[in-house]
């Protein structure tokens, strides 16, 4: 397993943020972490980042333990989010140039040339970051997420702020990086179109406890108690919030 985590837990003074959550990922995979807002999403991901320490559990990447060998396995993997700022007053180009030289990115022009042709932004290379719409923050987001190709990427809500056609436009090109590089992704969204479309597998969670995993479709049915043919991850998420 790429990913293995075990008996998972944060604890903020008396609350349980995440609350003995255990789950595993294979190599290849793209899975969903999903939930309500105060589920334990984000707490969960910045406990993989090695951002926050955990009250207790374990968390194994590449097959090594993510508290002795943070540095080594950081150099593996990426992170974005559309939440993340950027300094505003660089350019898209000087930005990805800096984190090119964090990953020791080689022949890092080109690469980020060519991140820019695949998420449609070349055009916005010498644009200042706090000139960009929220849509192409996202997009310069993304590009540095695949800088130093990494083996297992988390991804934050990846097409928040994008319509409709941009975001089938970046789901389309991160099923293709995917299919071609055999990344494994993590994905955390509210948008269940996304997880349907892109996951072959989902973790449901709600007040820091997984409580449904599995296909989509398996999700489906156990949490809507309904035989169904198709997955309707959309009405799961609310029998889910209203719990």
């Known amino acids: 397993m790429l990913v293995v985590v075990e008996h998972l837990t944060k604890r903020f003074g008396n609350l ?9 990922v294979q190599q290849g995979e793209i899975v969903g972490l999903v939930g309500p807002n105060g589920a334990g999403k984000t707490t969960t991901v910045h406990m993989l980042l090695g951002l926050i320490t955990p009250s207790s559990g374990r968390i194994a990447l590449f097959g090594k333990e993510l508290h002795k060998h943070r540095r080594e396995i950081l150099q593996r ?3 974005t989010s559309p939440y993340m700022a950027l300094p505003g007053r660089l350019t898209v180009l000087e930005n990805l140039r800096v984190f090119a030289q964090i990953y020791n990115v080689g022949n ?16 916005l290379s010498n644009k200042p970051i706090a000139r960009l719409s929220s849509g192409e923050s996202t997009r310069v987001g993304l590009c540095k997420a695949f ?10 809500e990846p097409t928040a702020y994008l319509d409709p056609q ?12 995917q299919a071609r590089r055999g990344t494994t992704i993590l994905i955390t969204s509210h ?10 597998r989902v973790f449901f969670l709600n007040r820091g406890r997984i409580i449904a995993s599995g ?3 398996e999700v489906t049915r156990e949490i809507l108690n309904e035989h169904r043919v198709t997955p309707a991850l959309d009405e799961v998420f609310l029998r889910i919030a209203q719990q």
């Open 77 to 79: 993997l990426n992170f």
């Open 191 to 200: 948008n269940m179109r996304d997880i349907q479309r892109m996951c072959g």
């Open 166 to 177: 941009g975001a089938m436009q970046v789901r389309d090109i991160l099923l293709e990086l």
């Open 215 to 217: 296909t989509p479709i």
């Open 16 to 24: 349980r943020a995440v609350d003995n959550v255990s789950f595993a």
């Open 147 to 156: 800088l130093n190709d990494p083996e297992l990427l988390l991804f934050d």
């Open 108 to 123: 890092s022009t080109a690469k980020i040339v060519g991140l820019l042709e695949q998420f449609r932004i070349l055009h």
